[in-house]
């Protein structure tokens, strides 16, 4: 999955918890991104910044937060925060594997203004 395609799903959910909500205005959209999806930040805002136009996102901040990836270590089980390409155990120097902590894509808030 691409930026374009991932944008395209936080649009449209964004617009449907506006619609259901009766929102006057979406004031901001915060999502949530491991870093290993690779997704990029410009990317991403660019994206949005196109499909906003002619909706009634216009107006909408998008706020990004990166997700540290996480791996365990396959020798003792300690679980770290990646740092840089290694995959090295800081503990024993042991091989590690990938966890799940890295891999999200969510929405964490929509941030809406009701009309009352
Ligand atoms: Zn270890």
């Given at each position: ?8 799903q936080?649009v449209?959910?964004?617009l ?5 909500h009766q929102a006057?205005?979406?004031?901001a ?9 690779g997704f990029?930040?410009e990317?991403?805002?660019f994206y ?9 996102l ?6 990004i937060r990166?997700?540290a990836?996480r791996l365990k ?8 925060e990646?740092e840089g390409?290694?995959?090295d155990?800081?503990?024993c ?5 990938p ?9 964490e808030?929509?941030?809406?203004e009701?009309d009352?």
């Amino acid at each position: 999955m691409h930026e374009y395609s991932a944008v395209e799903q936080i649009v449209k959910i964004a617009l449907h918890t506006a619609a259901e909500h009766q929102a006057g205005k979406v004031i901001a959209v915060s999502i949530a991104i491991g870093e290993l999806t690779g997704f990029a930040e410009e990317s991403l805002q660019f994206y949005f910044d196109i499909m906003k136009k002619d909706t009634p996102l216009i107006d909408t901040v998008l706020n990004i937060r990166y997700i540290a990836p996480r791996l365990k270590c396959s020798r003792c089980g300690h679980v770290f925060e990646r740092e840089g390409r290694s995959f090295d155990c800081p503990e024993c120097g042991g091989k590690s594997a990938p966890t799940g902590t890295g891999t999200e894509f969510f929405i964490e808030n929509i941030e809406i203004e009701t009309d009352e």
